[in-house]
């Protein structure tokens, strides 16, 4: 059974960076039929994608363009995990974060247990 | 970026009779293998979003058979047969044809 275990601070300040890391038991990061994503939800967007990373013989990341310019997401390998990082924050990006393991057939079918993040000074 | 509109915004339904919900996509999300890249979600408060439907029509595994999803190309429904009082949340469709993932704005449904 595949389980996504979240950690990460629930208090970020304005303008700096988010962080927060998902670590994957059950599954490998480096799976060639799983890809590893990041979502979020809050009350005034909904459920929005944000990105995801996958290993096809070498690395891959495709992200949203709302986010494109402030997001990164990374493998670790050694840890069996995957990081999301979102600079320059702003209170807009309040919202319940979610890992989430794609696998065939695009779909979510594990997910991690939720962080709920604040932007606030 | 593909849109995917749902309706209705709020659904409220008697337990024991069926409730529809329906998905339009600003794209046909018909792959060239045939499938349509369709998923039901379904969030409960406090928890992390279920997987209900995938590929337009298939159903999760553990999900009750009274989910049912349908359709293809650009209008896709999912369908309960009868509601039970454990089946209230937002039910959001997605599209995942393509990054980026894109979902409707959600359907709450409500017990009456």
């Known amino acids: 059974q595949v389980q996504l275990q979240q950690s990460g601070p629930g208090l970020v300040k304005p303008s700096q960076t988010l962080s927060l890391t998902c670590a994957i038991s059950?599954?490998?990061?480096?799976?060639?039929?799983?890809?590893w994503n990041w979502i979020r939800q809050s009350p005034s967007r909904g459920l929005e994608w944000l990105g995801r990373?996958?290993?096809?013989?070498?690395?891959?990341?495709d992200y949203a363009v709302s986010v494109k310019s402030r997001i990164t997401i990374n493998p670790d390998t050694s840890k069996n995990q995957f990081s999301l990082h979102l600079n320059s924050v702003t209170p807009g990006d309040t919202a319940v974060y979610y890992c989430?393991?794609?696998?065939?057939?695009?779909?979510?079918?594990?997910w991690g247990q939720g962080t709920l993040v604040t932007v606030s000074s | 970026d593909v849109v995917m509109t749902q309706s209705p915004l709020s659904l409220p339904v008697t337990p024991g009779e069926p409730a529809s919900f329906s998905c339009r996509s600003s794209?046909?999300?018909?792959?060239?293998?045939?499938?349509?890249?369709s998923n039901w979600y379904l969030h409960k408060p406090g928890q992390a979003p279920q997987l209900l439907i995938y590929l337009a029509s298939n159903r999760a595994s553990g999900v009750p058979d009274r989910f049912s999803g349908s359709g293809s190309g650009t209008d896709f429904t999912l369908k309960i047969s009868r509601v039970e009082a454990e089946d209230v949340g937002v039910y959001y469709c997605m599209q995942a044809l393509q990054p980026p993932y894109t979902f409707g704005q959600g359907t709450k449904l409500e017990i009456k």
């Open positions: 794209q046909s999300l018909l792959h060239s293998n045939g499938h349509n890249y």
């Open positions: 059950g599954d490998s990061v480096s799976s060639s039929s799983a890809a």
């Open positions: 990373t996958y290993y096809r013989s070498k690395w891959y990341n």
């Open positions: 989430a393991r794609e696998s065939t057939g695009s779909k979510f079918d594990f």
